[in-house]
Every structure is written in C-alpha cells, then in structure tokens.
C-alpha cells in the first residue's frame, strides 16, 4: 500500500494556467515525509483489495478539513486536481474509511500519531519550550438536522455537540478530545479526565514521563500544567491532576464566599501586587492580590491557591 497523499511537483517560475489548492498541496507534501500516511495505514487493518489506501484516505481527509471541508462530499477538492493529489477516493469511499475505524483501530491510530509527533516536537524549538502547556475546553458545535447522531439541546438554547477538546499550548495542536452530545454537562469530571489522560498519552516520551495514571512522580523531568476554566474547577478533576504529577491553573467558580474575600481585599492596597506581562514587566493598570486564606479549600489538593486580579474592563464589557 501507498500512504503518499500527493504527488511529486517541480515548481518553476513562469508558465501559464492556474492550478487550485496548491497550499493543500505544501501541507500534503509536509504530512508525507513526516511519514503521516504511512504510520496511519500500519495502524488500520486493510484488505488486499482496496483500491485506496487507508492511511492516504485519512490524510487527504485531513487536508479537506484544513482547506475548509465540512463534509466526505468535499473530498471533490481534491479530486478536481489529480495532478496535485493523485489517486483521490470518492466521497463514499470516505466514508466508509471513517466507519470502519473501531476503537481499537483509534487506540492504535493515537499511538501512531505520537510517534509522529513526538519526532516533529524533537526538531521543533516553540514545541521544545518548557513547562508544557495543556489547554481543555468545551465547545459548542451547531447542526442544522435533528437527524445527526447523538445531536442534543445545548445549555445556551441550540441545538448539536458539546466536545471537549484539549490543545498544547506552544503548538496550537488538538491533542485530545472527546465528541458529546449538546447537553453534556460542562464541568463533567470524568471527561476532562479522559482528555487529560489521552493528551498524555500524545506527547513525547520523555514529556509523558512522571505524569501517566500511576506513574512514579520521580519519572518526571518536565513540568506538565494544565490550565482550564471554572467547568474544570472540581474536585475530583484537580485530585486526578495531582494524582498525575501535574500542575494546574483554573478559574475559580464565583460563589458568596469567594465574593466575600474579594470585598474584605478591596481598599486594602497593600495587599495588592502589581501585575506582570507575559515579557516580565509590571502593568500599571493591574494587580493581584492572593485571598487563600479567607476562602475554605478543604476537599481541593493540599498546596491549591486562590488568587484574583483586579483590572479595567474589556471593551464591549
């Protein structure tokens, strides 16, 4: 099988005609010597008789989706320039490429994909950058058919999926994340578990280490942190942090006692400290002030703090 999804150009100056999707085409030929198709298609078991192999379906796929695809029918992007991308599988090809991929076969697809990403994060200075950032977030997903699997209300009166999804900071990549219906709760603990596990699982080795379910915290010789906002300020989501060895920053959930020792500092300037930009420098129009000892966290991970900051509203607040 070929796991190459798009064909070897010679780009010269000059010349005539217009050829479309040539930027799909520079990130195909990226994904192609990371080795993307092929790692894809050793994960996905297939028939000696497919025409198309599996792990160029999915990376043709991939490139669909980057150049703005919301469908398999958009797989005729590709199609229209065989010059450029080769072979292209139908749309029905598509999907039945999608459908056939089990649990299983995800599972292995993941470990694949790390692999690939662990060799780009090794060449790559942003991703090299230390402590690891994760970012989890919820986000709500419109659909216009109430036909759509596992579609539901959502809390802010639509009408589609409610995923939640994890990224790294440094790259801007989608590490993890799981696809819910529209009235999954927000601050569901076990999913933002399962997400932390899985974005884990997708960084390097070396990164990874210290920091698995029942790892040995001594493992550890990079700080993972991860960051969320008040959905992920539970308990138990915080206690499976620590049990990770990994640090987190999150919003804390507004509530009468956290108001209270918000008032108690206000006036109180010498409690105050300026506030500092990413670059280091103390803003003159921000400060914070640390309340951990005027809010009850028993239950929280031993070391959790509350501090706020004070600052001038955004425009359009």
Request: glycine content about 10%; hydrophobic content about 40%; charged content about 20%.
């Amino acid at each position: 099988m070929n796991g190459t999804s798009t064909a070897r150009v010679k780009v010269e100056g000059g010349g005539t005609g217009v050829v479309s999707h040539v930027g799909l085409h520079a990130l195909g030929a990226f994904a192609d010597r990371l080795g993307l198709g092929h790692v894809l298609s050793e994960a996905i078991p297939q028939r000696p008789t497919l025409v198309h192999d599996r792990g160029t379906v999915l990376t043709q796929a991939m490139l669909v989706l980057a150049g703005g695809g919301e469908s398999c029918a958009d797989i005729e992007l590709l199609r229209c320039e065989e010059t450029l991308f080769r072979s292209v599988c139908s749309d029905s090809t598509l999907n039945r490429a999608v459908h056939e991929i089990t649990p299983e076969v995800r599972a292995e697809m993941a470990a694949s994909l790390a692999q690939v990403r662990a060799e780009v994060w090794r060449r790559s200075s942003e991703a090299s950058s230390r402590p690891v950032l994760l970012d989890i977030d919820s986000t709500l997903v419109e659909i216009h058919s109430e036909g759509k699997e596992k579609a539901a209300p959502t809390y802010k009166g639509g009408y589609g999926f409610h995923p939640i999804l994890c990224f790294s900071d440094a790259t801007g990549e989608a590490l993890s994340g799981i696809l819910r219906p529209g009235n999954a709760g927000a601050n569901t603990a076990a999913d933002h578990v399962t997400v932390l596990d899985d974005a884990i699982c997708q960084l390097p080795d070396d990164v990874q280490a210290g920091h698995r379910e029942g790892d040995d915290p001594d493992l550890a010789s990079c700080q993972v942190t991860c960051r969320t906002d008040s959905a992920g300020t539970t308990k138990a989501f915080l206690s499976a942090l620590r049990e990770r060895n990994v640090t987190f920053m999150t919003s804390a959930t507004s509530n009468a006692e956290v108001q209270g020792a918000i008032m108690d500092a206000i006036g109180i300037e010498q409690v105050w400290t300026p506030a500092i930009t990413t670059e280091g420098t103390e803003r003159e129009d921000a400060a914070v002030c640390e309340l951990t000892s005027l809010v009850d966290l028993s239950g929280f991970p031993g070391g959790t703090r509350l501090i706020v900051r004070r600052e001038p509203l955004h425009p359009g607040a």
